[in-house]
T-cell receptor, first 114, second 113 residues
């Protein structure tokens, strides 16, 4: 699985958009980009994933560059409850002996300030 | 649905003691995983299972054993606990049909003295 690089921490004002970058310059053509977050002491929570098209769901938007070497997770209106560590993960989404395993890095600590 | 549950939530062991952590899911998921998380670090995969009766090693399997006798349960065993195994343990599961979203349990906080 490709390695990802994220800033260790970011701050955002409540009500503003939070834009979390992720660099994955060695991503392969069949690897997806996944985002999870972990609110303090809880189990990680899935946010969104994508291959090459931009994606949006009720939680966030995922923007992937045309060359797929980087992506940005956007929380459109951050709230205090969005304070968490955000993990960007790339992997091949296939079943089999790999078991769709995830490899977590250290993520970005997002702090939403009032 | 309860989702993914873990038992116990907290445990303190002495070096050399053994214990079993239980993970249960009620979503009929094929794949299940055990991770550990040390302070300030991301999760690391210990063992995983792609189906009932099958298990495989992850990134950090030494000192742990697992069993998946029933599809809904995934057990993690520590035969002889060591202080280095002090950590928070998370279990997760994912459907074999839509293996995009892993569902995580609330975690087990283990301290080995």
């Amino acid at each position: 699985d490709a390695k990802t690089t994220q800033p260790p921490s970011m701050d955002c004002a409540e009500g503003r958009a939070a834009n979390l970058p992720c660099n994955h310059s060695t991503i392969s053509g069949n690897e997806y980009v996944y985002w999870y977050r972990q609110i303090h002491s809880q189990g990680p929570q899935y946010i969104i994933h994508g291959l090459k098209n931009n994606e949006t769901n009720e939680m966030a938007s995922l923007i992937i560059t045309e060359d797929r070497k980087s992506s940005t997770l956007i929380l459109p209106h951050a709230t205090l409850r969005d304070t968490a560590v955000y993990y960007c993960i790339v992997r091949v989404a296939v079943r089999g002996t790999s078991g769709s395993r995830l490899t977590f890095g250290e993520g970005t600590q997002l702090t939403v300030n009032p | 649905n309860a989702g993914v549950t873990q038992t116990p939530k907290f445990r303190v062991l002495k070096t050399g003691q053994s214990m079993t952590l239980l993970c249960a899911q009620d979503m009929n998921h094929e794949y299940m995983y055990w991770y550990r998380q040390d302070p300030g670090m991301g999760l690391r995969l210990i063992h995983y299972s792609v189906g009932e009766g099958t298990t495989a090693k992850g990134e950090v399997p030494d000192g742990y054993n697992v069993s998946r006798l029933k599809k809904q349960n995934f057990l993690l065993g520590l035969e002889s606990a060591a202080p280095s195994q002090t950590s928070v343990y998370f279990c997760a599961s994912v459907s074999g049909r839509s293996y995009n979203e892993q569902f995580f349990g609330p975690g087990t906080r283990l301290t080995v003295l």
